[in-house]
């Protein structure tokens, strides 16, 4: 099963522009994205696909793969897609490029739901991760899951799921961790359906699977990364870096 990971890595982010070409310890944060990504060793290939000369150069300059889109993409998942079109592959995974701490333990087992007989059902898996804390369970930010018993995702959404009408019941709270896993087919068949109502309404883009009838499978892991939203991320970043 031929498996790459595909790290989509736009410029002109709205909230920190540049943020991937911010330095993090010694490296830029999508090298440390890039390096770490094939120091899993879990894919046939990695590669950078960038609207950016900047990003194109400083993953190519220090001898990475990368790629230029072609055209202009809303989303990670429509530059992903344009990029493996022609690619002889089976599994795509998506690695965002604001996540500079890539471990491979979730990724492998993330890789692990598309194998066997029951794998084979499996078109698409992503990443959650237990929330605990209240404050990152209220905030619109923090994508939450609400999962079925086979760990199917049943619902995405920015409001607090499921509310806790009785509290004694002791929900557990799910964020979604923006790394997908693929078969190639159904990403190429996910960006060629329009944008659905509630895709739409929550700005969560993989409502469209569900919306469309594609089951999600999701994996639990209790890796506590560091997305880079914010310079205050960024400072986190560094101090988990540094040691502190």
């Known amino acids: ?14 909230r920190f522009p540049a943020k991937l070409m911010q330095v993090l310890g010694d490296k ?3 090298r440390h994205t890039y390096d770490n990504t094939v120091a899993t060793g879990l ?29 202009e993409h809303q989303s990670g998942s429509d530059r992903i897609a344009e990029a493996v079109a022609d690619m ?8 965002q490029g604001d996540e500079p701490f890539v471990q491979k333990e979730p990724l492998e087992k993330l890789l ?20 605990k804390e209240q404050r990152f369970i209220d905030d619109p930010n923090y994508v ?40 190639k087919q159904a990403l190429l068949q996910f960006t ?4 659905s109502p509630l895709e739409a309404v929550e700005k969560i883009e993989c409502l469209r699977y569900l919306e469309n009838g594609v089951p999600m499978k999701m994996v639990v892991t209790s890796y506590m990364g560091v997305e880079i939203d914010t310079p205050a991320d960024l400072e986190r970043a560094a101090k988990i870096m540094s040691g502190h």
């Open 1 to 14: 099963m031929k498996t790459i990971a595909m790290i989509p890595a736009r410029y002109a982010a709205t």
């Open 28 to 30: 830029t944060v999508i």
């Open 43 to 71: 894919f046939d290939e990695v590669v950078v696909v960038t609207d950016s000369d900047v990003i194109f150069r400083e993953i190519t300059g220090h001898g990475g793969k990368a790629k230029m889109s072609i055209r």
């Open 88 to 95: 002889d592959v089976e599994i795509v995974v998506n690695v």
């Open 112 to 131: 692990a739901v598309f194998q066997g007989e029951e794998g084979r059902k499996v078109q698409v898996g992503s990443l959650v991760q237990v929330l």
């Open 144 to 183: 939450k899951v609400a999962l079925d018993k086979f760990n199917n995702a049943l619902f995405f959404s920015r409001s607090v799921i499921p509310y806790p009408r009785d509290a004694s019941a002791a929900p557990v709270y799910y964020e979604h961790i923006g790394v997908y896993a693929f078969r």
């Open 192 to 195: 060629a359906w329009p944008v």
